[in-house]
């Protein structure tokens, strides 16, 4: 079983951070994927993949994974930017 760490971003619907501080351990199980030929939906017999675990930091995340013998993959994030404007600067 292999799973990726990382850290999620928000989504486009929210302004605030918040909730998007923790590191998430989620298992990857692609081999089991069915699709549902009527509905369209993705399914299987394995409920691996609905399992997320999150961490304060990528650390524990990694240390976790070690400790339990996952195959782990951590994918790194990007800080966001932030360029302070002001209004008033379109008129300068």
Do not use: C, H
């Amino acid at each position: 079983m292999k799973a990726k760490i990382f850290k999620p971003a928000k989504t486009a619907m929210q302004s605030g951070r918040a909730k998007y501080k923790k590191w998430v351990l989620k298992f990857i199980d692609e081999k089991n994927q069915l699709i549902d030929s009527m509905m369209g939906w993705n399914g299987g017999s394995s409920t691996f993949s609905q399992i997320e675990l999150k961490f304060s930091s990528k650390e524990e995340a990694v240390n976790y994974a070690k400790k339990n013998s996952i195959d782990y993959e951590v994918l790194e994030t990007s800080e966001r930017k932030v360029i302070n404007k002001s209004y008033a600067d379109n008129f300068k």
